[in-house]
């Protein structure tokens, strides 16, 4: 049985219609060297909107993408998990006047503590994929049937940051508190907590990251604060002042290059973690919701619901587009990436989710 979302949350689903202008640029998008845009350093975005994704009735917090497997997460305010499949993207213009929206797969309802902060697909080569999903408390659960394998908890301190490390066999999970925890995701234990820095009183952590090569994790504060850990040792490498409010969000483009965003400082930072200097500076003009990194660029949106992308090297020019409000008609919340076919997935504060090439 079909789902009759309410009009409240897409009054629009019936009053989209492809324009000659779409279908021209999806004709090009579909016939798009992949090799060319393989070896591009900028992201191809034409502001085209694929086709969206309804059944979420709260904001959207976060993605993750899969794609091997051809599928997407979303996790939301909602509390709810749900997974989608990739494999129909190309129909989103052919089929627009019969199949608009295109329904989850599965919905994973485990959650009872409130917003989903972090989604990840685990995948190790000899196992099945785990979804890890994060409310305060870590679900590991199957992908395929929903069925919870395993709860984590942070203590008396909620888990608001998790991210895999270790080729994904581990979590690494930082707490309000400012403990960073670190869990097996395959044998379903606990393995050693950590302080993450001297903790002033109030302090809490925000956001947490590792480097590629797994040896870093970042740790963003409430108060502006960053702190480096060795993620085999627990040591603390350094803290100092990533800006003057809170951290909400962080990335390592490389290595020994970290970028931290404090939304209300309006400005992405970016970081060389072994010099423990500031090497760039980065101006945004509005509050940032959400950012990522495709190759040499940072991907940010922000709360006037236009996303930027813009070169960390200066190599070509910065751009932004404004998405149109006749199709947008609600705030962005989050945005994921699907690299190798260059698509962006953008969720909305009423539960949308849009698929834009």
Same mark, same amino acid.
């Given at each position: 049985n079909r789902i009759k979302m309410p009009t409240s949350v897409l009054p629009w689903k019936t009053k989209w219609k492809p324009s000659a202008e779409d279908k021209k640029n999806w004709n090009r998008f579909l016939s798009t060297n992949s090799e060319e845009m393989s070896?591009?350093?900028?992201?191809?975005f034409n502001d085209l909107k694929l086709r969206g994704f309804a059944g979420h009735s709260a904001a959207i917090r976060t993605f993750a993408v899969n794609e091997p497997a051809k599928v997407f997460a979303s996790g939301s305010r909602d509390r709810t998990v749900k997974i989608w499949s990739l494999n129909s993207v190309h129909q989103g213009i052919e089929h627009w006047e019969?199949?608009?929206?295109?329904?989850?797969?599965?919905?994973?309802?485990?959650? &009872?503590?409130? %917003?989903? $902060?972090?989604?990840?697909f685990l995948t190790t080569s000899g196992l099945n994929d785990i979804v890890a999903s994060c409310d305060g408390h870590i679900h590991?659960?199957?992908?395929e049937t929903g069925v919870t394998?395993?709860?984590?908890?942070?203590?008396?301190?909620?888990?608001?940051?998790?991210?895999?490390?270790?080729?994904?066999?581990?979590?690494?999970?930082?707490t309000a508190e400012g403990h960073i925890t670190f869990f097996d995701a395959h044998n379903y234990t606990v393995l050693h907590t950590w302080k993450s820095n001297s903790m002033m009183n109030g302090t809490?952590? &925000?956001?947490? %990251?590792? $480097?590629?090569?797994?040896t870093l994790v970042a740790v963003g504060f409430s108060t502006g604060a960053i702190s480096l850990i060795e993620s085999r040792t627990g040591t603390l490498v350094a803290s100092w002042k990533g800006g003057d409010t809170e951290i909400s969000t962080m990335k390592f483009y490389m290595d020994d290059i970290l970028l931290s965003c404090a939304p209300a400082d309006h400005l992405v930072?970016?970081?060389?973690?072994?010099?423990?200097a500031l090497v760039k500076t980065i101006p945004i003009s509005h509050d940032v919701i959400s950012l990522d990194t495709f190759k040499d660029e940072v991907l940010t949106i922000?709360?006037? $619901?236009?996303?930027?992308?813009?070169?960390?090297n200066d190599d070509f020019q910065a751009y932004s587009s404004k998405f149109k409000p006749s199709i947008i008609k609600s705030q962005v919340s989050s945005f994921g990436i699907i690299p190798t076919d260059q698509l962006l997935l953008f969720g909305c504060?009423?539960?949308e989710i849009f698929l834009y090439a």
């Amino acid at each position: 049985n079909r789902i009759k979302m309410p009009t409240s949350v897409l009054p629009w689903k019936t009053k989209w219609k492809p324009s000659a202008e779409d279908k021209k640029n999806w004709n090009r998008f579909l016939s798009t060297n992949s090799e060319e845009m393989s070896k591009t350093m900028q992201f191809s975005f034409n502001d085209l909107k694929l086709r969206g994704f309804a059944g979420h009735s709260a904001a959207i917090r976060t993605f993750a993408v899969n794609e091997p497997a051809k599928v997407f997460a979303s996790g939301s305010r909602d509390r709810t998990v749900k997974i989608w499949s990739l494999n129909s993207v190309h129909q989103g213009i052919e089929h627009w006047e019969t199949d608009t929206y295109s329904e989850s797969i599965l919905t994973y309802n485990g959650h &009872r503590r409130g %917003a989903i $902060n972090d989604v990840h697909f685990l995948t190790t080569s000899g196992l099945n994929d785990i979804v890890a999903s994060c409310d305060g408390h870590i679900h590991l659960w199957d992908p395929e049937t929903g069925v919870t394998l395993h709860q984590f908890t942070g203590g008396k301190s909620p888990i608001v940051s998790a991210k895999p490390i270790f080729q994904s066999r581990h979590l690494v999970g930082g707490t309000a508190e400012g403990h960073i925890t670190f869990f097996d995701a395959h044998n379903y234990t606990v393995l050693h907590t950590w302080k993450s820095n001297s903790m002033m009183n109030g302090t809490m952590i &925000r956001v947490i %990251a590792t $480097n590629p090569s797994e040896t870093l994790v970042a740790v963003g504060f409430s108060t502006g604060a960053i702190s480096l850990i060795e993620s085999r040792t627990g040591t603390l490498v350094a803290s100092w002042k990533g800006g003057d409010t809170e951290i909400s969000t962080m990335k390592f483009y490389m290595d020994d290059i970290l970028l931290s965003c404090a939304p209300a400082d309006h400005l992405v930072c970016c970081w060389n973690v072994n010099r423990l200097a500031l090497v760039k500076t980065i101006p945004i003009s509005h509050d940032v919701i959400s950012l990522d990194t495709f190759k040499d660029e940072v991907l940010t949106i922000n709360n006037t $619901n236009s996303v930027s992308f813009i070169p960390i090297n200066d190599d070509f020019q910065a751009y932004s587009s404004k998405f149109k409000p006749s199709i947008i008609k609600s705030q962005v919340s989050s945005f994921g990436i699907i690299p190798t076919d260059q698509l962006l997935l953008f969720g909305c504060v009423e539960g949308e989710i849009f698929l834009y090439a």
